[in-house]
């Protein structure tokens, strides 16, 4: 198993806070500095040759001084998905915060230089984006919040809760500390949002527009199965460009949507070590991508303890429900294989849950002609999500589609139909025979 530290690298072209915040880092016995950067292009070549687990960056920075670490951190996660990105910076203003968390929450910290040696706050961050968690600044908070709450009269759980959702807490995350399910803070949200969206009405047109970033910055969280819209890794979209794909074209896809997730991984974080878990979890991801990657998929992000793929998109795949299904065996393969390791080194396993669905997705290649993403979204997307949570530690549930799409036999147990949240007539389902 690989050094349980975690890989950090600097960048900063302050050489005087980087020396500084490279002193800080260095006093964390699971902390260990790979490389430094003073512009955008050595941070952008240096952190995709060293592959940190965290990348802790300035915003403004050569050769425009403009927002190269924001920009320089999501085309890392790009290259190199699931790195966590630790944003220092000198600016208070909420929207530095909001481009930030525009994907996601998941894996990213945002704190301000003037406070960063207060305690161990640093060092706290780089652990917490490691394993895929989120911080924000408390100043950072209360600019979010104030602004919505002053006039709304919300009882001291909402008050709460909303203090969260603005730290970028995912629903799992919340709901462990709330004692309830993540269903019924889903709800809650909903239902805050609501009100305060009603109390603006008799409000201040600033209130809404924080109310809009806060939203902004939520949407895409990584339980929210409605919208998931990732970044391509490796260069896929650029080949895509290359094909003659304009962006903003739209087309129909039929393809099979894996999701995975790691069962009770609320529970592990919090009796684990965080450099240790951090360890774990770069293990499995890397994992998880061989798996999909072997099978002609196409990883499109891991967030948190989760990972998407798509088979068939943007590569057609005839038989793409076959190789969904074959990735999805090799996951589970090699999750127990590294499991056996982990137990026998003290460490809590990770019991994997996986959803499979077939059918049609709208895909498009968004954004411009520096920066493209590759988007899929449609009732599969949100179908396989749904799937996904209905399968226990070392189980796959296949949607209808995905069984009759199948040209291979396979040992399953029919589901009895369920209601799931956005169609009306019930769902039939398979669990796939665990391989012996």
């Known amino acids: ?107 990213y910290a945002y704190l301000l230089k003037d406070r960063v040696a207060e305690g161990d706050q640093l060092a706290r961050a780089i652990r917490e984006v490691a394993t895929g968690g989120s911080m924000l600044d408390p100043k950072i908070v209360e600019a979010l919040v104030r602004p919505v709450t002053a006039d709304d009269n919300l009882s001291p759980g909402d008050e709460e809760l909303l203090r969260m959702v603005a730290e970028g807490k995912p629903i799992k995350a919340i709901a462990v500390v709330r004692q309830t399910t993540a269903a019924d803070v889903a709800d809650s949200i909903e239902r805050l949002f609501v009100t305060l969206a009603q109390g603006l009405n008799s409000g201040t047109s600033g209130s809404l527009e924080r109310l809009k970033m806060l939203h902004q910055a939520i949407v895409q969280r990584e339980e929210q199965g409605e919208e998931l819209s990732r970044l391509l890794p490796g260069g896929v979209a650029e080949k895509m460009r290359a094909e003659g794909r304009h962006i903003g074209e739209t087309e129909m896809l039929d393809v099979t949507v894996l999701m995975s997730d790691i069962r009770g991984y609320s529970g592990i974080a919090e009796q684990a070590d965080p450099s240790v878990l951090a360890g774990q979890l770069n293990e499995h991801r890397a994992e998880m991508n061989r798996a999909i990657i072997a099978e002609g998929g196409t990883v499109m992000q891991f967030v948190g303890d989760a990972v998407m793929a798509v088979f068939g998109a943007p590569v057609s795949q005839p038989d793409h429900a076959d190789h969904a299904l074959a990735a999805a065996r090799a996951m589970h393969r090699a999750q127990a294989a590294v499991n056996t390791r982990w137990e026998a080194a003290g460490l809590a396993p990770f019991g994997l849950g996986i959803g499979l669905s077939t059918g049609s997705v709208a895909a498009a290649l968004l954004g411009s002609e520096e920066r493209l993403e590759y988007s899929v979204v449609g009732d599969t997307v949100n179908l396989t999500q749904r799937l996904q949570q209905w399968a226990e530690p070392g189980e796959t549930v296949l949607s209808e589609p995905t069984y009759a799409a199948l040209t291979v036999d396979v040992a399953t147990t029919a589901l009895e139909p369920q209601l799931v949240k956005g169609r009306r007539n019930p769902v039939v389902a398979y669990r796939l025979e665990r391989e012996s």
């Open 1 to 107: 198993m690989r050094d349980s530290r975690i890989g950090v690298f600097l960048a900063d072209d302050n050489l005087i806070v980087r020396e500084g915040v490279r002193a800080l880092i260095g006093l964390e016995d699971d902390l260990e500095i790979v490389g430094t950067a003073a512009d955008y292009d050595e941070l952008l070549a240096g952190a995709t040759s060293t592959a940190p687990q965290v990348l802790v960056t300035d915003i403004r920075m050569p050769p425009t001084f403009q927002r190269e670490g924001i920009d320089a951190a999501k085309e890392l996660r790009k290259r190199h998905p699931g790195t966590g990105v630790v944003i220092l910076s000198q600016y208070d203003d909420p929207e530095y915060a909001v481009s930030l968390l525009g994907e996601g929450a998941a894996g």
